[in-house]
């Protein structure tokens, strides 16, 4: 199955485990992909994983700097001359409570998990043609959070809004944005949380979903399969959300 042949996705984030996933998953299918990371060293050692040297690139992006964004877009336009989909997957999560919370707590966040995607989906809207297609990954903690992770959850709340009003401001441009919502995911990024350590948060086995069960989700909204797929919310979770 070619969906991407002939297309280039940039892929933010994607040195992490469901990042890389999904780089491997739009470049199975026949896309060009740049990886957007903070760490080059990092980007290179996802690609090896990938391995498909030929359909991808590594640039370094810190997605809370616009001036970044933009290089990073025209590297994929210098590239390959065009650029189809972006997937904005980079995120971080800090845990305090309320009260503890600085400014410099706040924004830390707030910069990469929300104005990140509003920064790569402006610089979208300018370069993509119709057809185009951006996915915003979030997460099920803009409709279900936990205690210390305020800042978290309300990035991701904001971008799921901020998806909204792309899909609408991006129609007339023929650019479809979308929002996913992973729950529970086999990562560093799950295992590492305080929550979940201390026994705070309890995740049932049954529970937690691999990268590829989120890779397999970007693609589909990312591809032609999702046409008239604008302005959703998919929520990719194993049901977690659905029980009492």
């Given at each position: 199955m070619n969906r991407f042949q002939d297309r280039v996705a940039i892929v933010t984030g994607a040195n992490g485990g469901i990042g890389?996933?999904?780089?491997?998953?739009?470049?199975?299918?026949?896309?060009?992909?740049?990886?957007?990371?903070?760490?080059?060293d990092a980007g290179q050692d996802a690609a090896k994983k990938v391995g498909a040297d030929d359909q991808t690139l590594v640039v370094r992006c810190d997605v809370a700097d616009p001036a970044q964004v933009d290089a990073c877009c025209d590297e994929a336009?210098?590239?390959?001359?065009?650029?189809?989909?972006?997937?904005?997957?980079?995120?971080?999560?800090?845990?305090?409570?309320?009260?503890?919370?600085t400014e410099d707590d706040w924004l830390k966040v707030l910069k990469v998990d929300l104005l990140g995607c509003a920064h790569f989906m402006r610089a979208a809207f300018t370069r993509m043609k119709p057809g185009g297609s951006i996915v915003n990954i979030?997460?099920?903690?803009?409709?279900?959070?936990?205690p210390d992770a305020a800042p978290y959850a309300a990035a991701k709340a904001g971008a799921v809004s901020l998806s909204r009003t792309g899909s609408i401001e991006g129609k007339p441009l023929g650019i479809r944005v979308n929002a996913l919502l992973p729950g529970a995911i086999d990562t560093p990024m799950l295992w590492d949380n305080p929550n979940i350590k201390s026994g705070a948060e309890k995740i049932d086995k049954s529970d937690v979903g691999r990268p590829e069960d989120i890779a397999a989700a970007t693609a589909f909204l990312a591809s032609d399969d999702a046409a008239f797929v604008n302005g959703t919310t998919l929520v990719v979770d194993g049901g977690r959300l659905a029980k009492l």
């Amino acid at each position: 199955m070619n969906r991407f042949q002939d297309r280039v996705a940039i892929v933010t984030g994607a040195n992490g485990g469901i990042g890389t996933a999904i780089v491997k998953r739009l470049t199975d299918e026949g896309c060009r992909v740049v990886l957007a990371v903070l760490r080059p060293d990092a980007g290179q050692d996802a690609a090896k994983k990938v391995g498909a040297d030929d359909q991808t690139l590594v640039v370094r992006c810190d997605v809370a700097d616009p001036a970044q964004v933009d290089a990073c877009c025209d590297e994929a336009m210098m590239r390959w001359g065009r650029l189809d989909v972006v997937v904005n997957n980079a995120g971080l999560m800090t845990f305090k409570p309320i009260v503890d919370l600085t400014e410099d707590d706040w924004l830390k966040v707030l910069k990469v998990d929300l104005l990140g995607c509003a920064h790569f989906m402006r610089a979208a809207f300018t370069r993509m043609k119709p057809g185009g297609s951006i996915v915003n990954i979030t997460s099920i903690h803009a409709v279900m959070t936990s205690p210390d992770a305020a800042p978290y959850a309300a990035a991701k709340a904001g971008a799921v809004s901020l998806s909204r009003t792309g899909s609408i401001e991006g129609k007339p441009l023929g650019i479809r944005v979308n929002a996913l919502l992973p729950g529970a995911i086999d990562t560093p990024m799950l295992w590492d949380n305080p929550n979940i350590k201390s026994g705070a948060e309890k995740i049932d086995k049954s529970d937690v979903g691999r990268p590829e069960d989120i890779a397999a989700a970007t693609a589909f909204l990312a591809s032609d399969d999702a046409a008239f797929v604008n302005g959703t919310t998919l929520v990719v979770d194993g049901g977690r959300l659905a029980k009492l």
